[in-house]
């Protein structure tokens, strides 16, 4: 069956980095559009970034820009999110997301924190 399954979350400093992971499987990755999200307590969910299926065009959220990178690994199925510089406002439970045309698959999400 489809699984996104994200990793790498966790407690941070500000000033920090994490790097996100969100393994698939099931479908075709290569394929796909991939996507990250993020959802803070009591907001709607975010948009951050996304990367076409071959890796070659990136967009990122003025909020993130300049300090997250997205790239993907179409040998190893994943995608990642490179969170540089990380802030307070960065708290939040970020989601990755695949989409091709109108198929689209979640995943279950990883907590990331940023605080002193």
């Known amino acids: 069956q489809v699984q996104l399954v994200e990793s790498g979350g966790g407690l941070v400093q500000p000033g920090g980095s994490l790097r996100l992971s969100c393994a698939a499987s099931g479908f075709t990755f290569s394929t796909y559009h991939m996507s990250w999200y993020r959802q803070a307590p009591g907001k709607e969910r975010e948009l951050l970034a996304g990367?076409?299926?071959?890796?070659?065009?990136?967009t990122y959220a003025d909020s993130v820009k300049g300090r997250f990178t997205i790239s993907r690994d179409n040998g190893k199925n994943i995608v990642y999110l490179q969170m540089n510089r990380l802030k307070a406002e960065d708290t939040a439970v970020y989601y990755c997301?695949?989409?091709?045309?109108?198929?689209?698959?979640w995943g279950q999400g990883t907590q990331v924190t940023v605080s002193s």
């Open positions: 990367i076409t299926s071959a890796g070659d065009g990136t």
């Open positions: 997301k695949a989409v091709r045309a109108i198929r689209y698959y």
